[in-house]
């Protein structure tokens, strides 16, 4: 798909995201607040949904795994110990002509994505040219351009590698240059310096002036995790190796928070840190890294939209990291990252608090900090993926069209519509009463408005899975039709099959088994 296509398809997305209830720019009837969202009826079941399914993939379906919500505030010397105050940067740069702010480090990634994807293109063209006779791998280690293209990525992506690792802004800023980027407003390579900027949300608490201290908006959930970390081993009688899970809002001073709900400076983070041997955490990485992508290809995301991204920079406390990439409209970007945080944290917490967080380990007889290993998803860039991924323009066999959003069914915001064909002949009772048989189980949804086209046009744009139609053969023999959203066929069932079908359709288990 063409840059212009998919950024309409991007725009098509957000406006029916609107308009169906999804998401709604925050403080509206004000102008709305920049990068702020509201989520309305249908997404919060969306988001709801999405987040119990995680949270049940996690402490369910894992002994050794316990929840945990901890407080947003925190003492501010969490901060401290876990380098937040000193290294919790972006680099930042402005174009002296559009006035528009950029983040180095993405400026640059972009631009280093563009030169893959001249190669792509490349090898693509070379393949409608020779047809069946093409060879891909061969093309790209013999074709001139390519090996050209290939050398410049390399060499570029070392000094990028080294110029983040050495925190050299003038070199971010030579790289930015040499790579003859523009900005996408004014078109200008006319750049400032790059400067870091510190990403917490700082306020004051106490009452009074002389009793104010500065405290922060955590940035992630994760801190609230480590510093509890004793109490919830010893509270729940875990033995190492064993996890602590937590759903939670965080907040980020983001530089350039665009792109809807991708990036955002209020967000939710469904995080979970496993506490394992010293030693062991590569193992342990391995086995998270594989564990979670199983988790998103369970939403339905096909292979190909999903992948593995090693990171280029290692955070201050990793010893290892990767992103697990969706592909976007506007192209793959990061949804998870999952990280080996080795002892930095706890090791940092007891040093600072001076508190021993150790964990006595009975099988060796020996005290010590544990590693950690991190997975750490966006709540709302899985909503994002999901709606993403869901949705879909369709030109139908009679010429007509219609938008459906293919959400898988244990994830829809309502389950099942129920709809009497029309009002009389006592059709509106009979709907109504197996509404209220099935709401117990279900999230329902009643209609009798309208023909009954358009209640079906309107429950596939919600994404829906199963309308059910009471017409005047229900009255004669209890059968009703269900329709499936995806195929749009229809099927004859008894009302009391009902609850078994859809239980067995909308079954949560299927993608993780
Ligand atoms: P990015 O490189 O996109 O800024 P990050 O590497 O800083 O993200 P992490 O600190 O690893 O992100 O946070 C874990 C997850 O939290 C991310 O994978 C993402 O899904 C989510 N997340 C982080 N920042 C934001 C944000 N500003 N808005 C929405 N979600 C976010």
């Known amino acids: 798909m ?43 079941e969306l988001k709801k949904n999405i987040q119990e399914y995680w949270w049940k993939a996690m402490t369910q379906l894992h002994e050794n795994i316990v929840g945990l919500d901890a407080a947003i505030f925190m003492h501010p010397k969490t901060w401290k110990a876990s380098g937040h105050i000193d290294a919790f940067m972006d680099p930042l740069i402005d174009n002296k002509d559009s006035k528009r702010r950029y983040r180095a480090d993405v400026l640059i990634e972009d631009a280093l994505a563009k030169i893959e994807d001249k190669i792509e ?28 293209s290939k050398e410049k990525l390399v060499a570029f992506e070392t000094r990028f590698k080294k110029a983040l690792e050495d925190n050299n802004l003038e070199e971010l800023k030579q790289i930015i240059v040499d790579l003859e980027i523009a900005c996408e407003v004014s078109g200008s390579k006319n750049w400032t310096e ?20 500065t405290i922060y908006l955590r940035p992630e959930t994760a801190q609230g995790i480590f510093v509890n970390f004793l109490q919830v081993q010893k509270t729940s009688r875990k033995k190492i190796p064993f996890g602590i899970a937590q759903v939670g809002k965080a907040f980020r001073n983001e530089i350039v928070a665009r792109q809807f709900i991708f990036r955002t400076r209020e967000f939710e983070q469904m995080e979970m840190q496993f506490f394992v041997r010293p030693g062991t955490q590569k193992e342990w990485y391995d086995t998270w890294k594989e564990a979670r992508m199983k988790w ?19 955070a201050h406390y990793a010893d290892a990291a990767v992103d697990i990439q969706f592909n976007f409209p506007f192209g793959f970007k990061e949804i998870e990252g999952i990280h080996s945080r080795t002892d930095f944290d706890l090791k940092n917490h007891q040093e600072f608090s001076g508190k021993k967080l150790q964990y006595f380990d009975p099988e060796t007889n020996e005290s010590y ?8 998803v966006g709540l709302n860039r899985t909503i994002l993926a999901v709606l993403c991924n869901a949705y879909k323009n369709e030109k139908l066999e009679d010429g007509s069209e219609r938008v459906v959003l293919s959400i898988p069914p244990f994830l829809a915001p309502v389950q099942i519509a129920v709809f009497p064909l029309m009002k009389k002949d006592g059709l509106g009772e009979k709907a109504y009463e197996v509404f209220n048989s099935l709401k117990w189980d279900f999230k329902c949804f009643y209609e009798e408005k309208d023909n009954i086209g358009k209640r079906y046009r309107r429950q596939d744009a919600l994404g829906t ?37 859809v239980s067995e359709k909308v079954d949560w288990r299927k993608g993780l088994r």
């Open 2 to 44: 063409s840059k212009e296509n998919t950024q309409n398809l991007f725009q098509e997305i957000i406006s029916h995201c609107k308009e169906y209830g999804f998401v709604f720019p925050s403080s509206e009837i004000y102008d709305g607040l920049s990068a702020v969202y509201d989520y309305g009826p249908y997404g919060v």
């Open 121 to 148: 293109k490349e090898a693509e063209k070379a393949q409608k040219k020779f047809g069946d006779a093409f060879d891909k791998e061969k093309f790209l280690a013999t074709n001139p351009n390519v090996i050209r």
């Open 194 to 213: 790059v400067r870091q900027f510190n990403l917490m949300f700082s306020t004051e608490v106490g009452s009074l002036a002389e009793d104010s201290s």
């Open 296 to 314: 998103h290809r369970s939403l339905g995301f096909a292979q190909e939209s999903l992948k593995f991204f090693d990171h280029i920079k290692l």
């Open 369 to 376: 900090i544990p590693y950690v290993v991190e997975t750490s």
């Open 465 to 501: 899975p199963y309308c059910i139609t009471i017409d005047h053969q229900t009255l004669e023999d209890n059968t009703v039709t269900i329709r499936e959203r995806d195929t749009m066929q229809q099927e004859r069932i008894s009302i009391e099959k009902l609850k078994e079908v």
